[in-house]
């Protein structure tokens, strides 16, 4: 596939001044176009990504993650890219890693590659790879099959099948929604191995506020998925 004419690289960003220009120039030497969301920062994000080549689409106030992701996925769809592969702008991920994601989904035809921490999960911060283990056993139960790593924003994922299953969570949910919608639209999601970069940056996740958040999402998707099952069951008695 060419993967230059049909691949965007999507970086929602909130005051990555400091990192943001490497990370778009690294990021094109694999992948032409960039598009940077700047989230409301207050720093130079926008400038710093113009520089590097980026085009910048800009909230005046912070929508959260989740509406920022699906502002860059909509404009690349638009514009006829038919994957985008996102990582966070915060340098935590390597544009080295990116062509594992494409030579996967070439491999196994799989609509969404999801990158994979948990083989150096020791060089994480303790409470994030404890909150991250303990979200992806509970989503891997729910899926009925391993999901390592649920929570990792570095991921490759075709745009036409997330236009059509269009998930909605506006902050940090969005890793799990993206991932359970497609898993349940019968999908094939794989993952890759990548490295583990955390600087000094303070990381732009709560861990009580966005952990309670991401537990009220999870209490809300698994009863929709219940009932949804049990309609299904019923549906089928009813024909049978």
Known sequence: MDWASHCAVVIPCLNEARTVRALVAEARQHLPFVLVVDDGSTDATAAEARSSGAEVLRNESSLGKGNALAHAWRRCHELGY????????????????LPAF??????TGAALVVGNRMNQSGEMPWLRRRVNRWMSRRLSRWAGRELPDTQCGFRLMRLDVWSELAPVAARFEIESEVLMAFVAAGERVEFVPIRVIYRTERSKI??????????????????????GRRTSEAISRQTA
């Open 206 to 227: 709560h861990p009580v506020r966005d952990t309670w958040r991401w537990f009220r999402w999870w209490r809300q998707a698994a009863r929709r998925h219940r009932l």
């Open 102 to 107: 494409l030579a996967r989904a070439e491999s």
């Open 82 to 97: 038919r994957w985008a592969v996102s990582l966070d702008g915060d340098g935590q991920h390597a544009p080295e890693d």
